[in-house]
């Protein structure tokens, strides 16, 4: 027995020790991440963010104990910051960013750093890192699958999720009157002259439709004779989804899905391709004979849509493309970069040229970015790829620039207890274009991630961008919502940052020197903000309205339309936070021409819950022209159920038709619809969801057919079956 109580008090001796060292190595203070083994290549204008294990004492951030030094010893000047939730340090360049030189530069941190119980920086940690002013290039296939297979490396060796790549943003536009005298309608674009794809298009007199895994064309014009003039078939494997109209050309795009075909012995032919590939396809018809158009080209580019723009003839596509990196821990040598095709120069798929692959420098992000560029004048003219390891997720085109916007989730921190508190931030890079080719200029690492495009604008050589830091719900570190105004070389010139705490942003509207942002928690926070001064932003005025708008449109100088939600808020039980609930549709006309004091003069409401539109989430969905007087759009309606708290039933789906005064408000024209009234759901091939204008006729389209309205007195005149 006394034995046994011996081995016991040394087990408990033995323990102690121990249990104290956990405790001790617990709360010691470690950089966890960001900080890298090795040499880093970085751009001029990079901006460090520093994550650490425990909240940092303010005082013990300074210039003594974070600096950088060049490869001659000096100190650079940096400025150092301390995040808001106090666990990274943020380390901004130079005013005119590091210089390119042929030694290294060094980030130090000392152990003079102390979390905010006073436990010191573990040890001194150093990162060093070479600037380049320019993407790098990939000079070899072996260089880019050490790339990825050091990527699959660092995933493994982290503790928690690993690195996330950012959600795609998939292009499913201000229709404004256009052609001598108004006569026929546009796509509701963000900038003039810039078209974005969409699933219809007209030219005044037909109409081009792609709907159902077709194209149709029809002769619109006269609306007596409306017919269906051709229908353009595909084969299975390619699923058309958007439109550009070019004089008498016409641009299908849409998804291909491509399979590596197997020969007699059961093998695939080429196995230099993949066995089965996603990719983007534009087919180019000839049109000028609109009952037998001719197909007169294919570009194809592995990847799936981010985005796709025409300027002047010339066609932009944006794809990611994902390979299948995991390959390469059995096959080292297996070519991973992009395929294209392009039947202007060959009729077979080729990979991307390696003079035309760049690296986006520490981006952890597993996939490449593929800019493709072709021009309809010069339909002979090989298309030129431009490719970059990184991702792009949203994308912004000015008329002379092209932005991309990625979420930047290579920060995530490597222990498990930082996940909740973990935002990520947006790097821009902006591009410009030598002929066809995508050169990049500059990038910039924010704060925050923004919503969709209409989150970022340039006017006046700046660029300008709005965006969420944090999650609505985190009371510790609650989000805020920011404005940064850039220069023409991405530094930042001024900015305004912490609007509406524990709010995010649902929309934004960019109106020259005027930017308009709305949040939302439990209530629609309208900011109106004045950047005249682009080194000093100012919020002049603030309206806080029941719902939210997700869509911002100009009406004119002094007015705005706002399209989103009524919203009803009920007390939360026991001290809980409200509950928010959406109800049916809120169109507002805000009045701003009294900047300081912004007003909601009118309001229309559609509905109850599950009300639904496609202009909610997508802005090419509108058909507007203040000189016709027309405001309409799709929409599925829902009714609420007497004395119920959460029923409804469906009522109606079509086009509603608005006329907007800025005295009397909204009047209703006319509701139009293609479904049977006895319907008691909407049947999808008789869904309304686009709207043109020819003249003074004005057309609604579904699936399965196209009515026509006379504007004057919304009497139907014609109604053509397609199928």
């Known amino acids: 027995m006394a034995m046994k109580k011996i081995w016991i008090i040394m087990s408990i001796l033995l323990l102690v020790p121990a249990a104290i060292a956990a405790v001790i190595m617990s709360t ?9 083994n090795e040499n880093v290549e970085v751009l001029s204008n990079k901006t460090w963010k520093i994550y650490f294990s425990r909240k940092l004492d303010q005082k013990t951030v300074n210039s003594q104990t974070v600096s950088v030094i060049n490869d001659q010893g000096e100190k650079q000047d940096i400025d150092i910051n301390l995040s808001d939730d106090q666990k990274s340090i943020i380390v901004k360049p130079p005013e005119s960013g590091f210089k390119a030189r042929t030694g290294s530069y060094k980030l130090l ?125 595909f084969t299975h494997d390619f699923s058309p989804h958007s439109l550009f109209l070019h004089e008498n050309q016409l641009v299908v795009l849409g998804h291909s899905y491509t399979e590596n075909k197997k020969g007699a012995e059961n093998k695939v032919q080429d196995i230099s391709f993949p066995a089965y590939y996603q990719s983007v396809k534009a087919i180019v018809y000839d049109i000028e004979n609109k009952k037998q158009p001719k197909v007169t080209r294919e570009v194809e580019v592995e990847g799936s849509l981010t985005a796709a723009r025409m300027k002047e003839g010339k066609v932009f596509m944006v794809t990611n493309q994902y390979p299948d990196i995991w390959i390469l821990e059995e096959n080292p040598d297996m070519d991973l970069r992009p395929i294209f095709k392009d039947t202007a120069k060959a009729e077979s798929f080729q990979r991307v040229d390696l003079k035309n692959i760049n690296y986006i420098p520490e981006s952890k992000d597993q996939n490449f970015t593929n800019i493709a560029v072709f021009d309809l004048k010069q339909n002979t003219k090989e298309a030129v790829i431009s490719s970059f390891i990184g991702s792009g997720d949203n994308m912004y085109m000015s008329k002379d620039y092209l932005y991309m916007a990625s979420a930047d989730y290579s920060l995530m921190p490597l222990r498990e207890e930082s996940f909740e508190d973990f935002s990520p931030d947006t790097t821009i890079y902006k591009f410009k ?53 850039l220069d023409e070389n991405l530094n930042e010139t001024g900015n305004l940052e912490d609007l509406a705490r ?41 309206l806080k309205i029941p719902g939210f708008s997700n869509y911002l449109h100009p009406y004119d100088e002094n007015h705005l339309i706002g399209f989103g939600y009524d919203t009803r808020v009920e007390a939360g039980k026991n001290g809980s936070d409200p509950l928010v609930f959406t109800e049916g549709i809120k169109i507002s006309l805000f009045d701003v021409s009294d900047m300081k004091n912004p007003r909601e003069k009118f309001t229309e409401i559609i509905g109850g819950r599950g009300t639904y539109s496609p202009l909610n989430y997508d802005h090419k969905a509108l058909l507007f022209d203040k000189n016709k007087d027309i405001f309409a759009f799709p929409v ?75 504007m004057k007195s919304y009497r139907k005149i014609n109604f053509v079956e397609i199928n």
């Open 636 to 710: 599925t309606v829902y009714e609420n159920i007497k004395d119920s708290q959460y029923d409804s039933k469906y009522t109606f789906q079509g086009a509603y038709i608005y006329g907007i005064d800025v005295e009397k408000g909204f009047t209703i024209k006319e509701m139009v619809t293609h479904q049977d009234q006895d319907a008691i759901y909407e049947e999808w091939e008789d869904t309304i969801d686009r709207l043109v204008y020819i003249n003074n006729m004005i057309y609604a389209l579904s699936p399965n057919a196209i009515s026509a309205y006379d």
């Open 109 to 233: 941190l000392t152990e003079g750093i102390q979390s905010v119980n006073g436990r010191k920086l573990a040890h001194q940690t150093e990162q060093l890192f070479n600037v380049e002013l320019t993407l790098p290039k990939a000079d070899s296939v072996a260089q880019i699958n050490d790339h990825f297979l050091t990527l699959l490396e660092d995933k493994g060796r982290s503790n928690g999720p690993g690195l996330y790549s950012s959600s795609g943003s998939t292009e499913f536009s201000n229709m404004e009157s256009s052609g001598e005298g108004g006569q026929y309608s546009k796509t509701n674009i963000q900038v003039d002259g810039v078209d974005e794809a969409d699933a219809v298009k007209t030219d005044g007199q037909y109409i081009y439709r792609a709907a159902d895994g077709e194209v149709q064309i029809v002769s619109a014009h006269p609306v007596n004779e409306m017919e269906v003039m051709s229908v353009l078939k």
């Open 28 to 36: 010691q203070l470690k950089v966890v991440s960001q900080i890298e």
């Open 502 to 542: 524990g709010e995010r942003i649902y929309s934004a509207r960019f109106m020259g020197d005027k930017i308009y942002i709305v949040t939302f928690k439990e209530t629609d926070p309208l900011f109106v903000i004045d950047s005249s001064n682009p080194k000093s932003p100012k919020v002049l005025g603030e």
């Open 433 to 485: 274009f030598e002929g066809l080719k995508a050169v990049m200029m500059a990038s910039a690492e924010i704060n925050g991630t923004i919503l969709n495009q209409f989150s970022m604008d340039e006017h006046d050589g700046y660029f300008r961008i709005a965006t969420t830091k944090g999650n609505t719900f985190n009371d510790s570190s609650p989000s805020a919502n920011n404005l940064y105004i």
